[in-house]
């Protein structure tokens, strides 16, 4: 299944944290829009990051009841399926991931504008590096241990296809980090903040250009290049290069304050171009197949995902703006939820699968879906009051901090 989540490795304390050494040239930077102070910012992509996050369980748990069955479990023949469900999953991944690197590009720039490059691949690493590796061998183990059990099958061969299973945006985030550490001289001065390029008109064509990103590796593709096949660890090379453009997208939001005001006062025409553009794609995806087809609808796909998210985060700004303690809370232990959530997920599903669909019992795949979400919920965010909060060692190895 295409990866779904993922989530931002960044927290409000973290960057809280990380600001004490910074030097009083670099906090000036990031202060100076009035409608955007920090902590509201914060506050806002936060609360957003939080949202996003526990979607994956939304995500999976729609997945393991849908009718499409190219997820991670074969279901028998008369296993109760939906295809409702497939609407959900295939709605929320839409933007989802998008989204998610976007505000990952923005947290990122401004963490490394704080405390400088090699204190930022030094963050990375702990946050990042270190819950991935804790994870891999101990939650994604437990998974492809029972689904091993289930299908029958060796567990050190499923374990080999499925060790970074759900967490691969943690791999994708550590390839941008570094990426960003190489070109911080690209973006940490005053490159960015010419008053040209912070302009209106520039701001629309940066939009209005910004499919055209991912064209050359869809060029790269045309001529023979396995641009959709896995490479181990890294993945597929087009996912890696597509949510990358979004993760710079964010970065240029971070550098261009006053972009943040123009996407907030110009949510309706996002609203627009996303109908225009979904209704755009629909009728292309009739025309017959072709080279310029391929790549007209490699436009009018993405310009339609980035109008999506530029939807979201203008919303976010107006309606996740206020500080909300429940958000608060959730925003904190969204890491770890969905750090355990995935293995949760697929244990269910195996029980209602093993007491369900073999003793013939007609139980709606809706119900159980639902159900699923609010146990795997539950047992999650347990997990990071419980455990993870309480125990600082176990705080250090699921979230870096």
Same mark, same amino acid.
């Given at each position: 299944?295409?990866?779904?989540?993922?989530? +931002?490795?960044?927290?409000?304390?973290?960057?809280?944290?990380?600001?004490?050494? *910074?030097?009083?040239?670099?906090?000036?930077?990031?202060?100076?829009?009035?409608?955007?102070?920090? +902590?509201?910012?914060?506050?806002?992509?936060?609360?957003?990051?939080?949202?996003?996050?526990?979607?994956?369980?939304?995500?999976?748990?729609?997945?393991?009841?849908?009718? #499409?069955?190219?997820?991670?479990?074969?279901?028998?023949?008369?296993?109760?399926?939906?295809?409702?469900?497939?609407?959900? #999953?295939?709605?929320?991944? /839409?933007? &989802?991931?998008?989204?998610?690197?976007?505000?990952?590009?923005?947290?990122?720039?401004?963490?490394?504008?704080?405390?400088?490059?090699?204190?930022?691949?030094?963050?990375?690493?702990?946050?990042?590096?270190?819950?991935? $590796?804790?994870?891999?061998?101990?939650?994604?183990?437990?998974?492809?241990?029972?689904?091993?059990?289930?299908?029958?099958? *060796?567990?050190?061969? !499923?374990?080999?296809?499925?060790?970074?299973?759900?967490?691969?945006?943690?791999?994708?985030?550590?390839?941008?980090?570094?990426?960003?550490?190489?070109?911080?001289?690209?973006?940490?001065?005053?490159?960015?903040?010419? @008053?040209?390029?912070?302009?209106?008109?520039?701001?629309?064509?940066?939009?209005?250009?910004?499919?055209?990103?991912?064209?050359?590796?869809?060029?790269?593709?045309?001529?023979?290049?396995?641009?959709?096949? +896995?490479?181990?660890?890294?993945?597929?090379?087009? %996912?890696?290069?597509?949510?990358?453009?979004?993760?710079?997208?964010?970065?240029?939001?971070?550098?261009?304050?006053?972009?943040?005001? !123009?996407?907030? &006062?110009?949510?309706?025409?996002?609203?627009?171009? %996303?109908?225009?553009?979904?209704?755009?794609?629909?009728?292309?995806?009739?025309?017959?197949?072709?080279?310029?087809?391929?790549?007209? $609808? *490699?436009?009018?796909?993405?310009? #339609?995902?980035?109008?999506?998210?530029?939807?979201?985060?203008?919303?976010?700004?107006?309606?996740?703006?206020?500080?909300?303690?429940?958000?608060? @809370?959730?925003?904190?232990?969204? %890491? /770890?939820?969905?750090?355990?959530?995935?293995?949760?997920?697929?244990?269910?599903? $195996?029980?209602?699968?093993?007491?369900?669909?073999?003793?013939?019992? #007609?139980? +709606?795949?809706? *119900?159980?879906?639902?159900?699923?979400?609010?146990?795997?919920?539950?047992?999650? %965010?347990?997990?990071?009051?419980?455990?993870?909060? &309480?125990?600082?060692?176990?705080?250090?190895?699921?979230?870096?901090?």
């Amino acid at each position: 299944m295409s990866p779904a989540t993922g989530a +931002n490795s960044l927290s409000t304390s973290t960057i809280s944290s990380s600001t004490g050494g *910074a030097h009083a040239s670099s906090k000036n930077t990031y202060a100076k829009h009035p409608r955007h102070k920090r +902590n509201t910012r914060e506050c806002y992509l936060d609360n957003l990051r939080g949202i996003l996050m526990v979607m994956g369980i939304v995500l999976h748990a729609a997945a393991g009841f849908s009718s #499409n069955s190219g997820w991670l479990i074969n279901y028998p023949s008369d296993f109760q399926t939906s295809t409702f469900l497939n609407g959900i #999953n295939a709605g929320i991944h /839409s933007f &989802r991931m998008p989204l998610f690197f976007m505000v990952a590009g923005y947290f990122a720039m401004l963490v490394i504008g704080k405390v400088g490059g090699k204190m930022f691949i030094q963050q990375r690493l702990l946050r990042i590096a270190l819950p991935l $590796l804790v994870c891999m061998l101990t939650f994604n183990a437990f998974q492809s241990w029972i689904l091993s059990i289930y299908e029958q099958s *060796a567990f050190v061969a !499923l374990y080999q296809q499925q060790a970074i299973s759900h967490l691969w945006f943690l791999v994708n985030l550590i390839v941008y980090s570094f990426l960003l550490f190489i070109c911080v001289p690209m973006f940490s001065h005053d490159t960015l903040k010419v @008053k040209a390029f912070s302009s209106k008109k520039c701001f629309f064509v940066i939009i209005a250009s910004f499919p055209f990103f991912v064209f050359p590796i869809l060029v790269l593709g045309q001529i023979g290049v396995p641009i959709y096949q +896995n490479i181990p660890v890294v993945g597929m090379p087009y %996912y890696l290069y597509f949510y990358f453009c979004f993760f710079v997208f964010g970065l240029l939001l971070q550098r261009q304050t006053a972009w943040l005001d !123009l996407l907030q &006062r110009s949510l309706p025409l996002w609203g627009f171009l %996303y109908v225009l553009s979904f209704v755009m794609k629909h009728y292309m995806n009739m025309m017959p197949e072709g080279f310029i087809i391929t790549l007209a $609808l *490699a436009y009018i796909d993405l310009f #339609n995902v980035l109008c999506l998210c530029l939807c979201l985060w203008g919303g976010s700004m107006h309606i996740l703006a206020k500080h909300n303690v429940w958000l608060t @809370k959730l925003a904190d232990a969204s %890491y /770890s939820i969905y750090l355990i959530h995935h293995c949760l997920v697929v244990a269910f599903v $195996l029980v209602a699968n093993y007491y369900f669909a073999r003793a013939s019992s #007609n139980v +709606n795949p809706f *119900a159980l879906f639902v159900c699923c979400m609010v146990v795997v919920f539950i047992l999650s %965010y347990a997990f990071h009051a419980l455990i993870v909060k &309480r125990i600082a060692l176990i705080r250090m190895f699921f979230n870096g901090k």
